[in-house]
């Protein structure tokens, strides 16, 4: 089946600091999802692409769809405490497969 | 507007005890799945169905049963649960043309 690789598996960073974290498939995907999990709940939408090289945003995230349709980055501006979490990629093509998740802690 | 409910929230049961996980949603959506999660293994598909009546299966079946009778409930069946079952497990729902998952709460399961 589809497989997607998330790296990093888990991020250790001091408020205030900015993250990159991707995800990277040998399949090629009609859209890219990323997804955050807050502790004891499901995942909740956070950004969707739909197009190759597209790059959208919201308020502090930025999402890029590659431009090989393969591969997918997020990216968090000036971290705050409540951005802890793990955050899943989702490649889209007739069903959602997901990546392993990156754990993000944040340190006042 | 509740969204997508999963009843219960906890449940331990002992290998071979059989039980339901209750799925249901209030937003209409045509598409519901099932996915489990497991430590560093991120969330693996286990049944879904695209509209009352019809049901597939996804990454992980074996061990699970579902039905879907309703548009708006998607229970998943453990007939003799086994310690590899313990995971939480999520339901999701969303309508046929649309790739945003709605996911509910989870519910956490330990099979002893």
């Known amino acids: 089946g589809q497989q997607l690789n998330q790296s990093p598996q888990s991020m250790f960073i001091q408020e205030g600091e900015d993250v990159s974290m991707n995800c990277t498939s040998s399949?090629?995907?009609?859209?890219w999802l990323w997804y955050k999990q807050d502790p004891g709940e499901g995942p909740v939408l956070l950004i969707a692409?739909?197009?190759?090289?597209e790059l959208t945003s919201n308020g502090r995230l930025t999402a890029q769809f590659g431009i090989t349709r393969k591969d997918s980055f997020l990216n968090i501006s000036a971290s705050i405490p409540s951005d802890v979490g793990i955050y899943f990629c989702?490649?889209?093509?007739?069903?959602?497969?997901f990546g392993d998740g990156t754990t993000l802690t944040v340190k006042p | 507007n509740a969204g997508v409910t999963q009843t219960p929230k906890f449940q331990v049961l002992k290998t071979g005890q059989s039980m339901t996980l209750q799925c249901a949603q209030d937003?209409?959506?045509?598409?519901m799945s099932w996915y489990r999660q497991d430590p560093g293994m991120g969330l693996r598909l286990i049944h879904y169905s695209v509209g009352a009546g019809i049901t597939d299966q996804g990454e992980v079946p074996n061990g699970y049963n579902v039905s879907r009778s309703t548009t708006e409930d998607f229970p998943l069946r453990l007939l003799s649960a086994a310690p590899s079952q313990t995971s939480v497990y999520f339901c999701?729902?969303?309508?046929?043309?649309?790739?945003?998952?709605?996911f509910g709460s989870g519910t956490q399961l330990s099979v002893l």
């Open positions: 989702a490649g889209h093509a007739g069903k959602s497969t």
């Open positions: 999701a729902s969303t309508t046929s043309t649309n790739e945003k998952l709605f």
């Open positions: 692409l739909y197009k190759a090289g």
């Open positions: 937003m209409n959506h045509e598409y």
């Open positions: 399949s090629i995907f009609n859209t």
